[in-house]
Nanobody, 120 residues
Framework: QVQLQESGPGLVKPSQTLSLTCTVS??????????WSWMRQPPGKGLEWMGA???????YYSPSLKSRTSISWDTSKNQFTLQLSSVTPEDTAVYYC????????????WGQGIQVTVSS
């Protein structure tokens, strides 16, 4: 019943901020006890967890991306967002949003993913 859908620009220029939105239906993002995560998969590489926002509003970030990553939400729209600043071509990846009972594991629902390319 839970559906997640990523949206945002598919092309971002280097040094700019990547902004993506995950729209959730079938469940409230403020309802106990779930976390809502962002992750990505660069071409030919494994899945990388980026961060999450829990139902309480608490945020969690991967140490490697913490300085550039901001996750927030708009509860009135049942959406949560990802902002990744100062992007480079190495940030090119398929980006996913997902739900799980913990901030960075055991995902039970995923969005379909969105391709984001960083290029000038």
């Amino acid at each position: 019943q839970v559906q997640l859908q990523e949206s945002g620009p598919g092309l971002v220029k280097p040094s700019q901020t990547l902004s993506l939105t995950c729209t959730v239906s079938g469940a409230s993002i403020t309802t106990s006890y779930y976390a809502w995560s962002w992750m990505r998969q660069p071409p030919g590489k494994g899945l990388e967890w980026m961060g999450a926002i829990a139902y309480s509003g608490s945020t969690y970030y991967s140490p490697s991306l913490k300085s550039r990553t901001s996750i927030s939400w708009d509860t009135s729209k049942n959406q949560f967002t990802l902002q990744l600043s100062s992007v480079t071509p190495e940030d090119t990846a398929v980006y996913y949003c997902a739900r799980g009972p913990r901030p960075h594991s055991d995902y039970d629902y995923w969005g379909q993913g969105i391709q984001v390319t960083v290029s000038s």
